[in-house]
């Protein structure tokens, strides 16, 4: 993002008021958009994003892995084996 | 379903048993799991499963409005604006 | 299709090519790659190439519900729930 | 999977189960039904899913290098050059 | 777009204040990224939102239909026939 | 594309054939029908695809960094901020 900042520093403000904009919510707290989050990215097959926000949230937030195994529950529903196996991948690899 | 659990009665069973896996997971409530797939199915263009998630949600939990459009903001971050657009045309159409 | 021939029939004639080279496989017989067309478009989204993959199984290939239903098995398996009931309502209104 | 099946044996549990009815349809051979699951993992931009699926196709069912080249032709038709030439570079990798 | 300006206005000014970061790029002309844009919407399975680009590229910067379709020969090339096919069938029904 | 040549020639002859009837388009020229596809794959989670793209896009047609951050500015817009920044961490590599 440093890059981004400098280089293009308009883009770089919108994004800062869009993640404002996003992340004050008015009825959810951060906590659970957070795991929307996870949910999010973990249904696709984008590895660096889902392992960047895991660490997030577990650092940030102090979101368990059970909780985000209950989010990777709703993964393997919705978005079949292959993501709910590489997110508890994900997740194993975060924990050690 | 109807004809799923009548025609293929192992394959219905097995989506029975997944379903409560899921849905029983052992941190997060039911409430925010629902919200959590509102989110998945709202990142894709899957617009017949997201109205369903979204009424469910309504219906059985009370899930409000703004809570939903929260689930949104974080679409729109994480998946760009024709998913967010289509979540909130899709909710507006609902709360008619 | 139509309009692609007489407006863009470079277009049409590589089309025509890469049709021939995909469906005269060395191993696979043309069933078992149409039923792997199936299972490729219902995974994703797309309502409208399902429905004309299935019935183009059906009607040229004889392929039977049963059949289709083994591939959305295995789309249940690999893409979630979202995926195999859209294609089992699908099939169903084909059958009808 | 060994962490699933300690930490979250219902899951573990339920995705047996799944993969059971999944795997024993009605009317497809387990190959067949092996092939479209390589079809729809590589349509998708999985490699690990994908480098998976055609390891133990070979493995477990002596599924052959011009049977996935088959399957991968489909691909190319309904999800582009990029699905097809890594999977076939993943293909490549499995031989060597 | 006016159910988000009244409701979440915070929302709407992040989106408005991201749309004018993004069309305001330094080296490629308005058109240009137009054209990106379909080839993004048109490459997933997004009918409403390609049919919503398509057309505001034909009437504010008048786009024409040989462009599209030079627009949807990389979607051809890059994500497969599905997404060509309802590509060209969008346009064709805006031409009517 | 050497295995694809030597050991399914008439796939490499589609391929071929197809890539010459993409880009030769009635309208737009080849540098923006190349912008188009960077903003294809980098939309998806294709790293390898985005990567290879970029750099036949500066070698071959000396398309330079601020043309290819305003392809990614549309990708923000309509696919959001983990695909943007994931084509950014691209575009840095290959810069230095």
Chains 1, 2, 3, 4, 5, 6 share one sequence.
Do not use: W
């Not at 249904?43 to 368990?64: F, G, I, P, W, Y």
């Amino acid at each position: 993002m440093k890059k981004i900042k400098s280089d293009y520093p308009e883009v770089y403000d919108a994004i800062t008021k869009l993640n404002d904009a996003v992340f004050n919510g008015k009825a959810l707290d951060y906590k659970t958009q957070k795991l929307i989050a996870i949910g999010i990215v973990a249904s696709r097959c984008d590895q660096s994003a889902t392992e960047k926000q895991m660490r997030s949230a577990m650092h940030e937030l102090n979101v368990t892995p059970d909780e985000i195994a209950d989010v990777l529950r709703v993964v393997l529903l919705l978005s079949g084996m292959p993501s709910f196996t590489k997110g508890m991948r994900i997740l194993e690899e975060i924990e050690k």
